[in-house]
């Protein structure tokens, strides 16, 4: 059973930059695609970020050029750096794990970023 802790949500102002990272316990980090998710009130949870067990990032649009995801395989951790932060990135930060032999998904409590002045 694969376990995910996130931290380092906040409140940030504007402008302003913001970590969370993801611990995971319960399986081979190694063979893992890991992701990172928002949902705001109302609204589907939406994919932000994610990268490759060899460490090949993709991003969302909105996130693109202000948000780097990058993974310590030997720490089994998952970063998800945010600058420039804006108050439309405020929402319940999720992170998410999938083994690329089976295709299960596992997902975190989530996190929450505010980013208001």
């Known amino acids: 059973q694969v376990q995910l802790v996130e931290s380092g949500g906040g409140l940030a102002q504007p402008g302003k930059s913001l970590r969370v990272s993801c611990v995971v316990s319960?399986?081979?980090?190694?063979?893992?695609?890991m992701a990172w998710y928002r949902q705001t009130p109302g609204e589907e949870r939406k994919l932000v970020a994610g990268?490759?067990?060899?460490?090949?990032?993709m991003y969302d649009d909105p996130v693109r050029g202000r948000f780097t995801i990058s993974r310590d395989n030997a720490k089994s951790i998952v970063d998800l750096q945010m600058n420039d932060l804006k108050p439309e990135d405020t929402a319940l930060y999720f992170c998410?794990?999938?083994?690329?032999?089976?295709?299960?998904?596992?997902w975190g409590k989530g996190t929450l970023v505010t980013v208001s002045s």
């Open positions: 998410y794990a999938s083994p690329i032999s089976s295709g299960e998904e596992y």
């Open positions: 319960g399986s081979a980090f190694v063979s893992l695609y």
């Open positions: 990268i490759t067990p060899r460490g090949n990032p």
